[in-house]
């Protein structure tokens, strides 16, 4: 059974930075989609951005571009998501998943999910 943990949420000001991490029990990333989600209190899931190892391409949606990154880290089979310039609007839970359809921001592509941390963007 694959599992995914998330970690590094947290409380932060507008403008500041978060790492998230996912820690995945697969053995290896290669032939997945990684995709991390968002969900905001009252609104449905969204997609923030995936990462295809079969070609190393990275989607994001618009309004992260230019502010979020993801990675990976091979050798640990951990994804991270990088978010700076933060806004109370990045405000919700993080979610991670793996899926195979490659490029996709849809959350129903998506197979395997973590059960979420926390992010609040707060003064």
């Known amino acids: 059974q694959v599992q995914l943990v998330e970690s590094g949420g947290g409380l932060v000001q507008p403008g500041g930075s978060l790492r998230l991490s996912c820690a995945t029990s697969v053995s290896t990333l290669d032939g997945y989609a990684v995709g991390w989600f968002r969900q905001a209190p009252g609104k449905e899931r969204e997609g923030v951005s995936s990462?295809?190892?079969?070609?190393?391409?990275?989607y994001y949606a618009d309004s992260v571009k230019g502010r979020f990154t993801i990675s990976r880290d091979n050798a640990k089979n951990t994804v991270y998501l990088q978010m700076n310039s933060l806004t109370p609007e990045d405000t919700a839970v993080y979610y991670c998943?793996?899926?195979?359809?490659?490029?996709?921001?849809?959350?129903?592509?998506?197979?395997?999910w973590g059960q979420g941390t926390q992010v609040t963007v707060s003064s």
């Open positions: 990462f295809t190892s079969s070609d190393g391409m990275t």
């Open positions: 998943a793996l899926g195979a359809i490659a490029g996709s921001l849809w959350p129903y592509d998506y197979d395997y």
